[in-house]
């Protein structure tokens, strides 16, 4: 089955430091690659994506590659701002001819603490 | 736009009780989602419905988790009876379609005593 490994938490850093938080992935074809984040009292929303190799997807800063030939997603973003805290999920999502898809299959988190 | 909404947000129930969580997805979105997410845990995929039909359950135990969705809208997960293990937060989701982005709603935290 698909299964996605992320780094342990928690991450603690200093403002303004470069963030990596590695992602890993296992799957049986091409999946579509997500990072999902949760600040503190708030829902789970995606942050960004990317649906083939080589694909970068960026938001607010952060920025993810599609790596095939190392199944990784690594999640990075130059200069981290304390409102940056939160806990961060690699997810990815099989899809399949004819329109369909899965449902996400999610790694542990990450929780990512950043010091002013 | 009105997100996604969850309801009750916290509950608290004795092992062997039953327990029922409502969800009522964004305006439009056919694809609804029901997540279980164990505290230190990513979520986990329970079912996912295109309309009012089952894409996936293969991770629902059936034995004592049910949901449905009638008339391809709101949806009810029950859990009877419950478990200490069931403890956890479950999250809907909905979508446009299956391959769209998914928007979570806040969840509901249970805990089995």
């Known amino acids: 089955g698909n299964s996605v490994t992320q780094m342990e938490g928690p991450v603690t850093l200093s403002e303004e430091a470069f963030l990596t938080i590695n992602c890993t992935y296992t799957?049986?074809?091409?999946?579509?690659l997500f990072w999902y984040v949760q600040y503190p009292g708030e829902g789970l929303q995606l942050l960004l994506k990317?649906?083939?190799?080589?694909d970068k997807g960026s938001n607010k800063g952060f920025e993810a590659t599609y790596r095939k030939e190392t199944t990784s997603f690594h999640l990075e973003k130059g200069s981290v701002q304390v409102s940056d805290s939160a806990v961060y999920f690699c997810?990815?999502?099989?899809?399949?001819?004819?329109?369909?898809?899965?449902?996400?299959?999610f790694g542990k988190g990450t929780h990512l603490i950043i010091q002013p | 736009e009105a997100g996604v909404a969850q309801s009750p947000r916290y509950k608290i129930i004795e092992k062997r009780q039953s327990v029922a969580f409502w969800c009522n997805p964004i305006?439009?979105?056919?694809?609804l989602y029901w997540y279980q997410q164990i505290l230190g845990q990513g979520p986990k995929l329970l079912i996912q419905?295109?309309?009012?039909?089952?894409?996936?359950d293969s991770q629902l135990p059936k034995d004592r988790f049910s949901a449905e969705r009638l008339k391809g809208v709101d949806s009810t997960l029950k859990i009877q009876p419950a478990k200490l293990e069931d403890s956890a937060v479950y999250l809907c989701?909905?979508?446009?379609?299956?391959?769209?982005?998914?928007?979570f709603g806040p969840g509901t935290r249970l805990t089995v005593t």
């Open positions: 419905f295109q309309n009012n039909g089952v894409v996936d």
């Open positions: 799957a049986t074809g091409y999946p579509s």
């Open positions: 989701a909905s979508s446009l379609d299956l391959r769209a982005e998914q928007y």
């Open positions: 997810a990815l999502s099989e899809e399949y001819s004819g329109g369909g898809a899965d449902g996400l299959t």
């Open positions: 305006s439009g979105h056919a694809t």
């Open positions: 990317a649906t083939k190799a080589d």
